[in-house]
């Protein structure tokens, strides 16, 4: 499968514990987004990489969460000291240029 | 920054009538309009796009307009089939702002056999 895959698929955690999800992109494309999901809504905008350079970070995305693309192929997004509001779908996608391919995504459950 | 409002939220068709979803965006830079599918569970898989140099694009029994003058964009898909039934959401990006997108709120189809 040449597709976008993230690991792991959902993760169990407790309020305070800190979480780590990766996201393997399509090989040859250079920019890679991270959203969030939340039940009924459509997916929000987090921050995106192009090559290994992180060019932007949504308002969203408290200082708790980090993100990194080293080498400009998988990427990674922590989140530290998780709060119950942070339980949602993650999701990744990357893109050549302006259309984006999403992966199966991560489910954060944080109790 | 861009909104990106959709219509309706819940939209029930008979098989094989047609269903339509209007999205609206605030922002006249973007140029760049992705439709996605829903399945539970599953991820968004695109379906569709569009750019601001065309007017309308076709792709079998999906169709997709754009009005850059209203700023409106929409979803037409005939025949509808029971695999049809998921949540549609519509998007708009610009290249300025490194096409990040943004989504409308999505629309719930259901196809009734």
């Known amino acids: 499968d040449t597709g976008v895959s993230q690991d792991p698929r959902h993760k169990i955690t407790k309020r305070g514990q800190n979480v780590t999800f990766r996201c393997d992109p399509i090989?040859?494309?250079?920019?890679l987004y991270w959203y969030r999901q939340t039940l009924g809504q459509g997916p929000e905008f987090l921050t995106y990489?192009?090559?290994?350079?992180?060019?932007?970070k949504s308002r969203l995305l408290s200082d708790r969460f980090s993100a990194e693309r080293p080498k400009g192929s998988f990427s990674t997004l922590e989140i530290q000291r998780t709060e119950q509001g942070d339980s949602a779908m993650y999701l990744c996608?990357?893109?050549?240029?302006?259309?984006?391919?999403f992966g199966p995504g991560t489910r954060l459950t944080v109790l | 920054g861009e909104n990106v409002e959709q219509h309706p939220s819940t939209l029930s068709v008979q098989e094989g009538d047609s269903a339509v979803i209007k999205c609206t965006y605030s922002?006249?830079?973007?140029?760049?309009f992705p439709w996605y599918k829903q399945e539970l569970g599953k991820r968004p898989q695109l379906i569709i796009d569009?750019?601001?140099?065309?007017g309308e694009k076709k792709d079998q029994r999906i169709a997709v307009t754009l009005n850059k003058t209203a700023k409106h964009f929409s979803l037409h898909i005939t025949e509808t089939q029971p695999e049809d039934s998921a949540v549609y959401f519509c998007?708009?990006?610009?290249?300025?702002?490194?096409?990040?997108?943004?989504f409308g709120g999505g629309t719930r189809v259901l196809v009734k056999p």
């Open positions: 996608a990357s893109s050549p240029m302006d259309t984006q391919y």
């Open positions: 090989s040859e494309h250079n920019r």
């Open positions: 990489f192009q090559n290994e350079a992180q060019l932007e």
């Open positions: 922002d006249s830079a973007s140029n760049y």
């Open positions: 569009i750019r601001s140099n065309v």
């Open positions: 998007a708009a990006s610009r290249a300025a702002a490194g096409n990040k997108l943004t």
